[in-house]
């Protein structure tokens, strides 16, 4: 996939995604990492994002009204092995 614009989250971006997701699951959504004990709905959220277990398509809009959908995984920064 190449990307017209730049290869990483914005800090809007991440903001919007932890916020959703940390309303998720405070609805009773399930985790998708494990949680540790003593753990907030809030670093639950940041965990899955760092892990890049998210699905999740980022929708970047232009001025030009046009639009790029990109996967989150193609955003995030490789993971260590």
Excluded: C
């Amino acid at each position: 996939m190449v990307l017209a614009t730049q290869r990483r989250l914005t800090k809007y971006e991440e903001t919007r995604i932890i916020g959703g997701r940390a309303l998720q699951l405070s609805v009773g959504a399930f985790p998708l990492v494990k949680p540790e004990p003593g753990d907030t709905i809030f670093t639950i959220a940041v965990k899955e994002l760092k892990a890049g277990v998210l699905p999740i398509v980022i929708r970047r809009r232009y001025p030009d009204g046009t639009y790029e959908d990109v996967l989150l995984q193609d955003l995030l920064p490789p993971r260590l092995a």
